[in-house]
């Protein structure tokens, strides 16, 4: 039987089974289609299509990066949409590139590339624990908001699979012992505290000369994407991890540029801080009195 009162079961019914939104289900929608992908790379790597699997990989990228700013734009935001894109990020951007990797060259390693592939795994799971963990928390640096802590995991995972689009260029194929280095090498990125440049803030408001410019320059990048997916895939993996040593110098600039003006600021309030009110020295003649007669 029942605890609660009889009067609060219809209030309880019509929160739990209330009607949702549109609005609120579009990105979610577009984060379950990035689902679909991902799991379907997995499907084609098994059957050896690696073309196939790296074009889902990189269309699952596509819409992870579209579903936040839809949510926003339609003011479509919720809690589970925030959890269903981790979980699914964890599986398109965690376990389908190791799991793509392990079958095409890490299981020459037998135990020690499965390892490998699960490390990588891991690691985009704590990447992505740790950046929800940080959203709410405040932090004391204001242009720290520009820059992530360690590689984000759709890019780590794009970078990951750099050696197979070096192979479908036509270049020879990179050692084994290199492909698993590297592959480890990625996993140390994204559980790293590095500090790497966001560019979430870039773009936010555009200019009404820039938008035709910006459009064009969009619909250009699509157009060369798609007609040549594995040389802009590799130029872009290459320059986005030249520019990591970068991201950390700027961030350490800023943050000493920070650090000297603070310390300034409370030398100056230090400097300018009232004095204490005057108190007249004591009275030698009155303390020399004994207790009784002050």
């Known amino acids: 039987m029942s605890t609660l009162p009889r009067s609060d079961k219809p209030d309880m019914q019509r929160r739990r089974f209330g009607s949702i939104p549109v609005r609120v289900l579009v990105p979610n929608v577009i984060t379950l289609l990035a689902l679909c992908a991902g799991l379907s790379a997995i499907r084609m790597s098994i059957e050896g299509r690696n073309e196939l699997a790296l074009g889902a990989i990189v269309f699952a990228a596509i819409l992870d990066g579209i579903d936040g700013r839809v949510a926003r ?24 590139p190791a799991l793509i990797l392990y079958f095409w060259q890490l299981h020459e390693f037998n135990n020690v590339g499965w390892i490998a592939a699960i490390i990588f795994a891991i690691s985009s799971c704590l990447r992505l624990a740790r950046f929800n963990t940080q959203i709410d928390q405040p932090n004391d640096m204001p242009f720290a908001a520009n820059y992530f802590t360690g590689v984000p995991a759709p890019l780590g995972a794009l970078c990951a699979l750099l050696p197979m689009y070096l192979v479908l260029l036509g270049l020879p194929q990179l050692p084994t012992t290199i492909i698993l280095l590297f592959t480890l090498t990625m996993a140390f990125l994204m559980v790293s505290r590095l500090p790497v440049y966001s560019g979430k803030k870039l773009g936010a408001r555009v200019s009404p000369e820039a938008a035709v410019p910006l459009v064009i320059f969009v619909v250009l990048f699509i157009a060369v994407l798609i007609s040549y997916p594995w040389y802009v895939l590799s130029v872009g993996s290459v320059i986005y991890l030249a520019a990591l040593p970068f991201s950390w110098l700027s961030f350490r600039k800023q943050e000493q540029a920070f650090r000297a003006q603070q310390s300034a600021g409370q030398n100056v309030a230090s400097a300018i801080a009232p004095e204490p009110p005057f108190a007249p020295p004591p009275d030698s003649e009155a303390s020399d009195r004994p207790t009784r007669l002050n």
């Open 73 to 96: 734009m339609i003011k479509g935001q919720s809690r589970f949409g925030a959890e269903l894109d981790s979980l699914a990020d964890f599986v398109n951007f965690g376990v389908t």
